[in-house]
């Protein structure tokens, strides 16, 4: 087996709104929601051989584990290969992305992962058969898989392209670890907002028709987002990401956005990225 090296960017994406739409009989949720990449986030390193093992380090030592959805991923595409033991490859992952920050980090290298093992092994998955398997490892893989802005129904399985202006997003990263299962089960959570039509949705930016039902309830519990998505407030319409912790407000120009980020005070922190409606990795990937 020859021995091959690829390194690709595995991005953060953001949820432009984020809306509860109702509870499905199996205790699902029904979400929709704008999902938009920025080029900002980890990179990953795979190189192959043919020990027939896979292989983690990580820069971040706790995350060197069984749990890590990037050994999943790749030992789920191992488990619909022929010849096996041919076929391993050591994987190194340099983290940037915060964990729990509702940006999609685990969910990206997931999905970057079966992306350049696909890629690497030859395997020939088509696009669609990655999505169904990464669906299997997280709600969020499989637009990560699909690689363009989309505005996803369901419970993220239904995916609709949908290109967003140009744009440079101030992000925020608030040092909490939001509990997800706990908010969709809390009793506060709005769960009726009506399903948008996607055939007349007009993105123009940040709105406030356009929100994230998750945000009034996460701010309640968590001082420290409250006070990071106030403080962007002053300066631009913000909005929290995913069930959070992190907040970004959308501007037009980077200058803009780093004028802000300049005024970031000691206790924040965050990054100045540009919107992508094609994924980063998919850039590299395919060109």
């Known amino acids: 087996m020859t021995h091959q090296k690829l390194t690709l960017p595995s991005p953060a994406k953001l ?3 984020l809306h509860i739409n109702g509870r499905l009989e199996n205790g699902y949720h029904e979400l929709q929601s704008l999902f938009h ?15 027939g093992k896979i292989t983690l380090s990580c820069n971040i030592k706790a995350l060197e584990t069984d749990d890590n959805l990037v050994l999943k991923a790749a030992n789920l595409l191992v488990n619909l290969t022929l010849n096996k033991v041919e076929k391993g490859v050591h994987i190194t992952l340099n983290k940037r992305l915060p964990m729990g920050g509702g940006v999609g980090g685990g969910s990206s290298n997931a999905a970057t992962t079966m992306l350049a093992l696909n890629s690497l092994w030859d395997l020939g998955h088509s696009t669609a058969d990655l999505e169904a398997l990464g669906n299997t490892l997280g709600a969020d893989v499989p637009i990560f898989i699909r690689g363009k802005s989309s505005i996803a129904e369901g419970t993220g399985d239904k995916m609709c392209t949908y290109n967003v202006h140009n744009a440079w997003y101030l992000v925020l990263t608030p040092n909490a670890h939001v509990n997800t299962k706990e908010l969709f089960s809390h009793p506060e959570l709005p769960r ?42 002053e300066y631009a319409p913000s909005r929290m990401t995913g069930t959070g912790a992190c907040v970004f407000a959308e501007f037009a120009t980077e200058q803009q956005a780093q004028k802000v980020f300049q005024q970031l005070p000691e206790e924040l922190s965050g990054f100045v990225a ?14």
């Open 15 to 17: 949820n432009l709104f």
């Open 37 to 51: 990449f920025i080029d900002y986030g980890d990179t990953m390193t795979f190189e192959t051989n043919a020990s």
């Open 192 to 233: 009726n907002t009506p399903k948008l039509d996607n055939n007349t949705l007009n993105y123009s930016g940040i709105t406030t028709d356009l929100k994230n039902d998750f945000q009034s309830l996460v701010v309640k519990k968590y001082p420290i987002i409250a006070k990071a998505l106030q403080w962007l407030l």
């Open 274 to 287: 540009k919107g992508c409606n094609i994924s980063p990795t998919h850039q590299v990937l395919f060109g």
